[in-house]
């Protein structure tokens, strides 16, 4: 049943079904675990005259008068009048039309919604999220709020929600799941919800942990590995071949490298080290020694511009080695289809290397580099190319402890916690849209000094927000109105991938003194000679997200600089730019980013590739993960049959060994 979809819900038609779609609800067990987003508690509603601004109130009164209007760019303001023996409030509804063919004056209502000071005349106003009329029907209750999206409404919801619990909830069958849907959706007291949503939680955190330790088991215990001998000559040779010398900190993580490679089981590592920290060194050093065993190794970016910069650099590096390289992207991949083995002893690409056909020789090693944009999943679609080779997996996300556990569960971990020698600090300042000009002298100067610029822009088109300078247009700007004597190229995530090479070569190769580019530089570019990034709109980007971009700079053993240009108005906009200007420290930037988002920002997180869960909230639930994942640990001990069967019942499967893209990654 939980697979039903949505569609086929008393009340709910394809058109209904389509918009429950958009907020990411699909079957009738995606509405069970519709978790609402809050609750109105409208036993005991206040007299108007006792209320105070607040996120959300609910108030009770009459319509004592309705006023609307249409602004210039035809956005309809409607404003109702809403008294009660007490004291008046004003209502105000944006944008719905729609509601002047319902409201009536003399209506009673009660509405609820965020109650604040108007900033036109500064009396109490509500903006309404939910009205009704007062019939004295859920007048008495704890009502459930969930998130809306237009055409979704929520008296709509609840009377689905209402069928579905009625319907289908008798169909679960762990009875403590049941009670505690059932308290969630319609709570008796707002105590019991609490309780009810951390089980909810610790039930499913402690399926996907089930099945990362089933995993990690797997890979200590049942997969059998190959052997990769690593003698004193072998590294002699690669490491005499280096310009530098590792770092106490990289010659470690070597060392737990070469390690894995003796057990007999395949290595399932997670390397984590920051931007800059110089990851890509130790992907080199262990695909040498694989290739050396006469294995094949493989690494794996997350974009073509990244794989391309790998190709390049590993070319170079391996070029007193008489080792084969070859380059794999999905421009590549589709022409290889039919010829599809791969034979060269070093094989770099996007995940087209993980696609349909391609098979390897004989593979013995795959890095996958900048892991957060590859899943579980994919990791398990390699071990399914023939024996499992060692995997390495590197991130540049400094993900705290708690988290390492949920998302990395299954695999060992190794932290480079060190820069390279001669690295100076990058100094961050922000600058304000009014006063941008202020670092366009600067910049002029640093590029007469033959320094490169990096200018960052979120969005490609304008159609996309009116007020956000597409990367298109900034150049043009620029070159224009700000530097016309200087060269500026253009770099966005809609151009062909021929097109972004060659604008990255002609920057690498200095042919370019600007370049103005989307995200698309995010990860991985390195570039020591560009020592300035400017990031415009920088509160439109999330905190990892700025500091990975700022990331692109800083690589060489001069000062760089980053200028977040921007006005930022939430207060959590103004701290992620303060976070940025205080500290370049990875795990601080990443631990104060998980804190400013907070539960909720469930597209925040859905982007940053972290696993979203229904109701478990990785960062709030750090209790939960580390209890979920003893328990789990237990069970697997005492039983490992009835875990294999739990995790399958979680809908683990022969095409999804793992069973998380059903539980998690969804
Ligand atoms: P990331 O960890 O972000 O992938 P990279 O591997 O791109 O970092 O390394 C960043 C820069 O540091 C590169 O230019 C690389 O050549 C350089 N680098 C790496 N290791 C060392 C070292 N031990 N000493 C000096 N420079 C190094
Ligand atoms: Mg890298």
Redesign the pocket.
């Known amino acids: 049943m939980s697979n039903l979809p949505v569609q086929y819900v008393k009340g709910v038609g394809p058109k209904l079904a389509r918009i429950f779609a958009r907020v990411g609800v699909n079957t009738v067990l995606d509405l069970l675990y519709f978790i609402p987003r809050g609750y109105d508690d409208r036993r005991a509603i206040k007299p108007i005259s006792q209320l105070h601004p607040a996120d959300n109130e609910v108030i009770r009164g009459e319509l004592l008068k309705i006023d609307s209007q249409v602004t210039r760019n035809r956005f309809t303001i409607i404003k109702g009048l809403i008294g009660d023996e007490t004291g008046r409030v004003q209502a105000v509804w944006f944008n719905q039309p729609f509601l002047l063919r319902s409201l009536r004056l003399g209506m009673k209502l009660v509405i609820s919604g965020k109650l604040e000071y108007s900033d036109y005349d500064g009396r109490l106003q509500i903006l309404p999220r939910d009205f009704e009329i007062d019939d004295g029907g859920e007048g008495g209750k704890i009502v459930p709020v969930y998130s809306l999206t237009e055409g979704l409404y929520p008296k709509k919801i609840r009377a689905v929600i209402k069928t579905v619990l009625e319907k289908y909830l008798p169909l679960i069958e762990d009875e403590k799941e049941r009670r505690s849907l059932l308290v969630i959706h319609a709570p008796e007291e707002l105590m019991e919800v609490e309780k009810a949503r951390n089980y909810l939680a610790y039930k499913e955190l402690f399926n996907f942990q089930l099945g990362l330790l089933l995993n990690r088991k797997r890979y200590k215990e049942e997969l059998d590995g190959t052997i990769l001998s690593v003698d004193d000559r072998l590294k002699d040779d690669f490491l005499g071949a280096l310009p530098?010398?590792?770092?106490d900190a990289?010659t470690a993580a070597m060392a737990d490298i070469f390690q894995d490679f003796q057990t007999g089981r395949p290595m399932n590592r997670l390397l984590q080290?920051?931007?800059?920290?110089?990851?890509?060194?130790i992907a080199a050093f262990a695909a040498y020694a694989a290739i050396k065993n006469g294995y094949q190794a493989a690494i794996l970016a997350p974009t073509e511009i990244l794989a391309k910069q790998h190709f390049t650099k590993l070319k170079q590096l391996f070029e007193p080695f008489k080792i084969s390289l070859d380059l794999v992207t999905g421009g590549t991949a589709g022409r290889r289809k039919k010829e599809a083995k791969l034979t060269a002893d070093l094989l770099i690409g996007t995940h087209a290397l993980l696609e349909g056909k391609v098979t390897f020789k004989k593979l013995g090693l795959a890095v996958i580099?900048e892991q957060h944009r590859f899943g579980v999943h994919q990791r398990a679609n390699l071990i399914n190319k023939g024996t499992a080779p060692h995997v390495l997996v590197?991130t540049?996300t400094p993900i705290p402890r708690s988290l390492a556990l949920t998302l990395y569960g299954d695999l060992d971990r190794t932290i480079i916690d060190s820069l390279?020698?001669?690295r100076v600090p990058i100094k961050t300042f922000f600058i304000t849209e009014a006063r941008r000009k202020d670092c366009y002298g600067f910049i002029r100067s640093k590029i007469l000094d033959g320094r490169q610029i990096f200018f960052v822009c979120p969005l490609v088109e304008e159609s996309e927000a009116l007020d956000l300078k597409a990367a298109t247009l900034e150049a043009e700007y620029l070159q224009k109105e700000v530097f016309p004597e200087l060269r500026i190229g253009l770099l966005h995530g809609k151009m062909k991938s021929a097109e972004k090479d060659r604008i990255m070569e002609s920057f690498k190769n200095k042919e370019l003194d600007i370049l103005v580019s989307t995200t698309v530089i995010e990860v991985?570019i390195?570039i020591?000679n560009a020592t300035v990034m400017v990031i415009e709109h920088a509160q439109r980007f999330g905190l990892s997200q700025l500091h990975q971009l700022r990331?692109r700079i800083g690589?060489g053993s001069d000062q760089s600089f980053c200028f977040l240009v921007g006005d930022p108005k939430t207060p959590e906009a103004k701290a992620r730019i303060k976070a940025m200007v205080e500290t370049s420290d990875g795990f601080k930037i990443a631990e104060a980013d998980l804190r400013l988002r907070g539960p909720g920002d469930f597209f925040g997180v859905r982007q940053s590739g972290l696993p979203t869960f229904r109701v478990a909230d990785i960062i709030r639930d750090e209790k939960i993960i580390q209890q979920a994942r003893a328990s789990a640990q237990a069970l697997i001990e005492k039983d490992i049959e009835s875990a294999r069967n739990r995790w399958a019942g979680q809908g683990a499967s022969a095409e999804n060994p793992q069973g998380i893209e059903h539980s998690a990654f969804n």
């Open positions: 530098f010398t590792l770092t990289q080290g920051d931007v800059g920290s110089g990851k890509t060194i580099d590197m540049a390279p020698p001669g991985g390195d020591p990331g690589r």
